[in-house]
């Protein structure tokens, strides 16, 4: 079972900055969307950003737009989620995912994702 391995969270002060990584030995992930969730203690799921492995067109949630940049690095075969301007409420655990069910990628459908990570923590302190 391939499973995607996510890296670079941390604790980081309000307004920080952070690079979480996205890596799959194993699968090529320029073939694949892919997508960033988040899951703080308490709440849902929510899909925070994607890009698509067939125009490299990205998604963003409201909460995050202008804040948070998805990138790919086919060279390395990683996918990055650039997160400035860190608040409080972007504490959560953050996953990537990985799916090729669907022409453009979609934050708002987890099963369109078939392979996932076992998340990294990113704590923002209030």
């Known amino acids: 079972q391939v499973q995607l391995v996510e890296s670079g969270g941390g604790l980081v002060q309000p307004g920080g900055s952070l690079r979480l990584s996205c890596a799959a030995p194993g699968l090529t992930l320029d073939y694949y969307n892919i997508g960033w969730f988040r899951q703080a203690p308490g709440k849902e799921r929510e899909g925070v950003a994607c890009?698509?492995?067939?125009?490299?067109?990205?998604t963003y949630a409201d909460s995050v737009k202008g804040r948070f940049t998805i990138s790919r690095d086919n060279a390395k075969d990683t996918v990055y989620l650039q997160m400035n301007s860190l608040k409080p409420e972007d504490t959560a655990v953050y996953s990537c995912?990985?799916?090729?069910?669907?022409?453009?990628?979609?934050?708002?459908?987890?099963?369109?994702?078939?392979?996932w990570g076992q998340g990294t923590q990113v704590t923002v302190p209030s």
């Open positions: 995912a990985a799916g090729r069910l669907t022409y453009y990628c979609s934050i708002y459908v987890p099963y369109d994702y078939g392979y």
């Open positions: 890009i698509s492995s067939s125009d490299g067109s990205t």
